[in-house]
C-alpha cells in the first residue's frame, strides 16, 4: 500500500519510522491529520490577515486618488504600492477575470455577466504575496529603495492593521514569510513531521503554531480566541502513533 504514495514522497516516513513500512504508513496518517488541523487555523489567520491589509490599504488608497476600490481601478496603483503590488494585482486580476469567463458560460449562475469586485480580484492575491509589503531589517540591506517604499506603505498604513500600532515590522514580516511557506508546503501534502517525533516546545511544528497564535493576536484578540478554540494540533503533537525510541 505504501508505495501507491510514491518513492519519493514515503522516503521521509521510512526514515523517520526506522525502515518499518507499517510505522511508516501510520506516519503518513499522522501527518496528514495535523496538515489538516494546520490548515483549519491556517484558513482563518490568512482571510483575517487579508482583510485587514486590504482594509487599509483601501483607505490609504481613497487618501491618494479618492477612490477606494484599488484593486479594481483602471489605472495604476499610487506610488509607492505600484512599486511593491502592481504586478500582483495584475497576476489576480487576469485569474479574476478567468473566472468571471467560466461564470458567464453559465446562465444559471447567479453571478453570469456580473463585473469583477474588489472580492474577486482580492481573493485570488495568494498568501505568500503580502509579506513583500512589510519593511524588514535584513531588506533595508538587499534593497533600501524597495524596502523605503515599504516602509512609506507600513507607516501610512498597514501598521494600522494591527491591534497594537507599534507593532514591529520585522516581526509580522517573519510571521508571515514562515507561515505562508508552512501554508504551501502542507497544500502540497509535504512531510512536515521531523525527529524528535515527541515534538518537544522547540520543535519547528510548535513553533509554527505559536506563529499563528502570535499573528492572529497581533490582528485581533477575538480571533486569537477563536483560533484557541479551533486548536486540535496541540492534542494531535502529543499522539505520535509509534513507538518512539528513548
Excluded at 136 to 160: C, P, S
Aim: with cysteine; hydrophobic share 35%.
Amino acid at each position: 500500500m505504501l508505495d501507491r504514495f510514491g518513492g519519493e514522497r514515503t522516503r521521509p516516513y521510512l526514515v523517520l519510522a526506522g525502515g518499518r513500512r507499517k510505522d511508516a504508513l501510520a506516519l503518513y496518517k499522522w501527518n496528514v491529520e495535523i496538515s489538516a488541523a494546520f490548515l483549519e487555523m491556517l484558513a482563518v489567520v490568512e482571510v483575517v490577515t487579508r482583510n485587514a491589509f486590504y482594509e487599509q490599504l483601501s483607505s490609504w488608497c481613497r487618501q491618494q486618488t479618492h477612490d477606494p476600490d484599488w484593486l479594481t481601478m483602471q489605472h495604476g496603483l499610487p506610488h509607492p504600492l505600484n512599486k511593491l503590488f502592481e504586478s500582483t494585482k495584475a497576476g489576480a486580476t487576469s485569474l479574476a477575470l478567468e473566472a468571471k469567463s467560466k461564470r458567464d458560460q453559465n446562465p444559471n449562475h447567479a453571478r453570469t455577466q456580473v463585473p469583477i469586485s474588489e472580492g474577486d480580484v482580492l481573493s485570488q492575491v495568494s498568501f505568500g504575496k503580502w509579506h513583500n509589503l512589510i519593511p524588514f531589517d535584513e531588506g533595508e540591506h538587499q534593497d533600501e529603495v524597495t524596502n523605503g517604499y515599504r516602509e512609506t506603505i507600513w507607516d501610512e498604513a498597514l501598521h494600522k492593521a494591527f491591534f497594537d500600532p507599534t507593532t514591529d515590522s520585522d516581526e509580522v514580516r517573519w510571521l508571515l514569510y514562515r507561515l505562508s511557506y508552512f501554508r504551501n508546503r502542507i497544500a502540497h501534502h509535504e512531510c512536515v513531521l521531523l525527529k524528535p517525533l515527541t515534538i518537544p516546545p522547540s520543535h519547528a511544528l510548535r513553533e509554527r503554531l505559536h506563529d499563528i497564535f502570535r499573528l492572529s493576536s497581533l490582528i485581533d484578540q477575538d480571533i486569537h480566541i477563536l483560533l484557541t478554540s479551533y486548536n486540535r494540533v496541540s492534542s494531535l503533537l502529543k499522539s505520535c502513533p509509534i513507538e518512539v525510541e528513548s
